[in-house]
């Protein structure tokens, strides 16, 4: 399976962006699909997570502005970034779980999206 992200870029505080990744190379879909975060000299973090049935999970900072969806039939997630902070910049990597034993883990390419002040 190979996750292709799309959709970064530079965009002023306040703004939007939206970011896609698709999921190809196997009929088997995957259960949980994940955007995570890296700024520079932190760790990765996870932003938002979404199960095959819909549902979401985001960390603190960016509840209420940013939302994750996923269409099944397509094996794609989306991750619509609404009122942008500075602090948001980061390289956003896609990533799925596929419910095996063990558990399957994917990783996109990382797409970098960053926020002017």
């Known amino acids: 399976v190979q996750l292709q992200a799309s959709g970064g870029g530079l965009v002023q505080a306040g703004g939007s962006l939206r970011l896609s990744c698709a999921a190809s190379?196997?009929?088997?879909?995957?259960?949980?699909m994940a955007w995570y975060r890296q700024a520079p000299g932190k760790q990765r973090e996870l932003v938002a997570r979404?199960?095959?049935?819909?549902?979401?999970n985001y960390a603190d900072s960016v509840k209420d502005r940013f939302t994750i969806s996923r269409d099944n039939s397509k094996n794609t997630v989306y991750l619509q970034m609404n009122s942008l902070k500075p602090e948001d910049t980061a390289v956003y990597y896609c990533?799925?779980?596929?419910?095996?034993?063990?558990?399957?883990?994917?990783w996109g390419q990382g797409t970098q999206v960053t926020v002017s002040s």
């Open positions: 990533n799925g779980v596929r419910w095996t034993l063990p558990n399957t883990i994917y």
């Open positions: 190379g196997s009929s088997f879909s995957i259960n949980v």
């Open positions: 979404i199960s095959s049935g819909g549902s979401a």
